[in-house]
């Protein structure tokens, strides 16, 4: 979805380094999520924002660190990657219909870690 | 706590076949669900959902999925594949409000359409 913005797009890295991947949307909308995707395992939540002020997290956070610069950007760093964050990395965003969120995604980030 | 499952790691069909991609889910009370295709070096997209209503739902790209309450699935379901529907398709569900708020994904299922 054009809206939801990803930077990098792909990323190698060495263990060890600290990286940060970026997320920015257009949408207007207040939450703000963090996936990472492995094969066979679908996606998995790291962290989640409901606003600005209102980081939680996710099912598997540690390793991992988030700020929410502000309503239309939302940042995930890794302090210190390790071989086993290498996976596709989804930002997303979502919005209210009859009481249910859905979740608009962004293209994903690719990262290796060496 | 809510969960979702994908029988099948991959469904191949030929073009102009019906394609059929199944879900079971697991949730404590009335179920959210949501289908999703990612097509090769994208991310996701939305393709429909069930909130209420119609047991059968309607979608983007002339997909449909049907809620079926007493055998806890919700199959997605085309009735004419494209080649350009091969994709990694996965379903996800949603306790209702006051529940986890959490979208729990399916593994996928890769569907692969021949020519």
Known sequence: DADVTQTPRNRITKTGKRIMLECSQTKGHDRMYWYRQDPGLGLRLIYYSFDVKDINKGEISDGYSVSRQAQAKFSLSLESAIPNQTALYFCATSDWDRGQETQYFGPGTRLLVL | ?115
């Open chain 2, 1 to 115: 706590a809510q969960s979702v499952a994908q029988p099948e790691d991959q469904v191949n069909v030929a073009e102009g076949n019906p394609l059929t991609v199944k879900c079971t889910y697991s949730v404590s009370g009335n179920p959210y669900l949501f289908w999703y295709v990612q097509y090769p070096n994208r991310g996701l997209q939305f393709l429909l959902k069930y909130i209420t209503g119609d047991n059968l739902v309607k979608g983007s790209y002339g997909f449909e999925a049907e809620f079926n309450k007493s055998q806890t699935s919700f199959h997605l379901k085309k009735p004419s594949a494209l080649v350009s529907d091969s994709a990694l398709y996965f379903c996800a569900v949603r306790d209702p409000p006051g529940g986890d708020y959490k979208l729990s994904f399916g593994a996928g299922t890769t569907v692969t359409v021949r020519a």
